[in-house]
C-alpha cells in the first residue's frame, strides 16, 4: 500500500458525460501528479500540482482539468467523454517538486475508465 | 513520438535464473532513469534507479545498467523469484527541464517467472 488513494476504482459512463477522479496523496506529500494509461501504452503525464499551484503541464486535453485543494487532495475532471478516453488514470504523490532524482513519485491504484 | 521504448512485452524465466528487461530511449535530454514494477490492480512502485553520471547501481537482486552511448538501459534480476512476476516499466526524466517533474513511461515488459 503505497498510502495514495484514488477513488472511485471503476467509472463506467457514456460519450458526452463529465467525470470527476479523486485522489488523497501520501500524508505529508505536497505534490500531486495525474497520468493516463490507455491500452498498450505506458503511463502518459498529464499534470503535476504543487501545494495548490500548478507545476508542470503534459499533453493535457482541454477537455480535462485538474485541481489541488488547500488539504491537498487533488480531482481530475474529464468532460464531453469519448470513447478513447476509455484508460487506467493513475494519480501519484511526492514530498516537494523536484525531479525524480531527489523525490520520488509513489502511485494510487489507480481508476479504471470505461466509456461507453 | 514514444521515446522511451519496451520492445519486449513479455518475458518468461525459470526460478533461480537471470532475468533481464531491456528499455532504449531517444531523447539525450534524459539525465536520471528508473523502473517500476507493477502487480495487477495496484499502482506502479519504486523499484530501482540510476542517474546519467553512473553506469550501474545496485540494490540486492536488482541491478540496473546505463549504456548512454547506445541509449539503452537493462534491468537485471538474479535470482529471478516467482514474486518477481509483475510488469516491469522503464521510465526517464529531465531534471533540469521546465517538466522536471515529469515521468516519461515505456510501454512496459510482463515478466513470468516459472517454477
Known amino acids: 500500500d503505497s498510502g495514495v488513494t484514488q477513488t472511485p476504482k471503476h467509472l463506467i459512463t457514456a460519450t458526452g458525460q463529465r467525470v470527476t477522479l479523486r485522489c488523497s496523496p501520501r500524508?505529508?506529500?505536497?505534490?500531486v501528479y495525474w497520468y493516463q494509461q490507455s491500452l498498450d501504452q505506458g503511463l502518459q503525464f498529464l499534470i503535476h500540482?504543487?501545494?495548490?499551484?500548478?507545476?508542470a503541464k503534459g499533453n493535457i486535453l482541454e477537455r480535462f482539468s485538474a485541481q489541488q485543494f488547500p488539504d491537498l487532495h487533488s480531482e481530475l475532471n474529464l468532460s464531453s467523454l469519448e470513447l478513447g478516453d476509455s484508460a487506467l488514470y493513475f494519480c501519484?504523490?511526492?514530498?516537494?517538486?523536484?525531479?525524480?532524482?531527489?523525490?520520488?513519485?509513489?502511485f494510487g491504484p489507480g481508476t479504471r475508465l470505461t466509456v461507453l | 513520438d514514444q521515446q522511451v521504448k519496451q520492445n519486449s512485452p513479455s518475458l518468461s524465466v525459470q526460478e533461480g535464473r537471470i532475468s533481464i528487461l531491456n528499455c532504449d530511449y531517444t531523447n539525450s535530454m534524459f539525465d536520471y532513469f528508473l523502473w517500476y514494477k507493477k502487480y495487477p490492480a495496484e499502482g506502479p512502485t519504486f523499484l530501482i534507479s540510476i542517474s546519467s553520471i553512473k553506469d550501474k547501481n545496485e540494490d540486492g537482486r536488482f541491478t540496473v545498467f546505463l549504456n548512454k552511448s547506445a541509449k539503452h538501459l537493462s534491468l537485471h534480476i538474479v535470482p529471478s523469484q516467482p514474486g518477481d512476476s509483475a510488469v516491469y516499466f522503464c521510465?526517464?526524466?529531465?531534471?533540469?527541464?521546465?517538466?522536471?517533474?515529469?515521468?516519461?513511461f515505456g510501454t512496459g515488459t510482463r515478466l513470468q517467472v516459472t517454477l
Open positions: 521510465a526517464a526524466s529531465r531534471g533540469r527541464a521546465g517538466t522536471a517533474s515529469k515521468l516519461t
Open positions: 500540482y504543487y501545494n495548490g499551484e500548478e507545476r
Open positions: 501519484a504523490s511526492s514530498v516537494g517538486a523536484g525531479p525524480p532524482s531527489a523525490d520520488t513519485q509513489y
Open positions: 500524508s505529508g506529500d505536497l505534490s
